[in-house]
């Protein structure tokens, strides 16, 4: 019995939207490995493929073909020859599809960039499918899927060829959000508190394949210690596999995430390439681009900063949890976290791993805020050091249209939050000098994000408004 779809709302939606639509839909689902692609559409249409093949991974041009007409001849029950390329093998489907005596025919053909192995012409044989023919029959839907989203930005969904806004849908699917984690494990029967619900997002992010290795019977901890440090850890050597599978030269984008995960307010494009010995030109301006849409960094403004000077940060979880505590680490204890949970080192990851949670839930923050329908722009805040002050850094602003800008702290903790007079001192020091070097007129509202609360003491009443972890799972 399959199991339901958790969240994932809106790419329902458009599914439905194209099957019940009356003309041909080419659409386009992508996103990085492990995110849900397959099993969405998989779910969604359930038993009405009328063919369905997918490519395999490294393998060759003889091997894509070969699996596609045993799909092919199963799907159709008509022995089809095997053919040596893909014009011939997409006439056969077109064939095929042509006798079908159905309203609504569909067709999923997954990890599509996998089956344009090198000299195959698989784009110009889809191309021409596409546009000769199946475009023009409203019965038509077919879905494709890729991991390797740098393929199917370049090629299908950003392609300034024949199959150029031939896309009639696209969905990209991102990590779950704690919300859809929270349900996602209760359909799993793992009963766990929000803090450890938090905990295991801060480590594996909203990546249900990884989500669904967790196994109920264990604590977070015991799940951790068993994923990345047991013997036969699932999850230790699945960082080199992900970059190996999304990007054909890997190793300049795992070079990138690591230079990334030792500067955590992030890099500008031109202290990447420095540091990375990268050469002048466009190719490392596609690695970043690349990087983003598969959610591993993200780009963002510096308040007052020009387009130039934005900053990268690394945001991926998975990826911050595996640099910081698994890659070379040489040790043979496999109940590792279990053992560092007083650890300073922990302590220092949970703080910065929430603020990045945070992160992923601006619209939730908005939300609490009261200001989902005002526009703003997020960014954060640094200032140097000089004669005068000594810096400061904030890392969350929401500057909105309404002359309010909310200055986010972001807080970790086991209980509520105690600002003390040192805190509330430096608070205040960081507002004014904001005000000052910026020169805004507008209002500065402290805003504190933090697990359970402000604890009520003579400093909370500066705390213009609070969202606490609970508000994050909405």
């Known amino acids: 019995m399959a199991t339901a779809i958790i969240g994932r709302g809106q790419e329902q939606k458009i599914l439905g939207d194209c099957y019940k639509s009356d003309k041909a839909e080419l659409i386009a689902v992508y996103g990085r490995r492990r995110i849900g692609k397959t ?4 779910s969604f249409f359930k038993d009405k493929f009328d063919f369905y093949t997918t490519g395999i991974y490294k393998g060759t041009k003889s091997e894509q073909l070969q699996f596609f007409n045993k799909q092919l001849c199963e799907y159709s029950k008509v022995p089809y020859p095997q053919v040596d390329n893909w014009f011939d093998a997409f006439d056969q489907l077109k064939h095929y599809i042509s006798n079908i005596k159905k309203e609504k025919v569909v067709i999923f053909i997954d990890e599509l960039p996998w089956l344009d192995t090198p000299r195959s012409r698989f784009t110009k044989a ?13 019965k038509i839907k077919l879905v494709v899927c890729g991991s390797a989203t740098t393929w199917m930005i370049s090629h299908l969904l950003g392609s300034k060829g024949g199959l150029h806004n031939r896309v009639t849908r696209r969905i990209k699917l991102s990590p779950f959000t704690l919300a859809e984690t929270e349900a996602y494990l209760k359909s799993q029967q793992i009963v766990w508190n929000r803090y450890q619900i938090a905990e295991a997002y801060m480590i594996l992010g909203g990546t249900p394949y990884y989500l669904q290795m967790l196994q109920k019977g264990y604590s977070l901890s015991q799940n951790i210690d068993y994923l990345f440090f047991s013997e036969n850890a699932e999850l230790r050597d699945e960082y080199d596999f992900l970059f190996r599978s999304l990007f054909n030269d890997s190793a300049i984008y795992r070079a990138t995430v690591e230079l990334l995960s030792k500067r955590a307010k992030g890099m500008t494009r031109a202290e990447m390439m420095k540091a990375l010995k990268q050469p002048e030109g466009g190719a490392f301006s596609d690695i970043l681009e690349n990087l983003c849409n598969c959610d591993f960094i993200r780009k963002y403004s510096a308040f007052g900063k020009k387009e130039r000077d934005v900053l990268y940060q690394l945001t991926d979880l998975y990826t ?3 640099l910081r505590f698994v890659k070379n680490r040489n040790g043979r204890d496999e109940h590792l976290w279990s053992n560092m949970i007083d650890a300073p080192e922990r302590r220092t990851w949970c703080g910065y791993s929430f603020e990045q949670l945070c992160l992923h839930h601006i619209p939730q923050i908005k939300n609490k805020l009261g200001i989902s329908g005002i526009q703003s722009d997020v960014c954060s805040w640094t200032v140097a050091a000089d004669e005068n002050h000594k810096g400061a850094q904030i890392d969350l602003l929401i500057d909105r249209k309404d002359q309010v800008i909310n200055l986010c702290e972001m807080k970790y903790s086991t209980g509520e939050y105690e600002i003390t007079k040192r805190y509330n001192d430096e608070l205040q020091e960081r507002r004014e000098l904001f005000r000052s070097v910026t020169k805004t007129r507008k ?7 933090t697990t359970y609360g ?8 500066m705390v213009q408004s609070q969202i606490t972890m609970d508000d994050l799972f909405k």
């Open 39 to 42: 099993f969405l559409v998989k």
């Open 126 to 138: 889809f191309e021409l499918f596409w546009n000769s023919w199946a475009a023009d029959q409203s």
């Open 320 to 322: 911050l949890f595996y």
């Open 443 to 449: 209002a500065l509202h402290l805003t504190m994000v």
């Open 454 to 461: 402000i604890k009520e003491n003579p400093y909370s009443g």
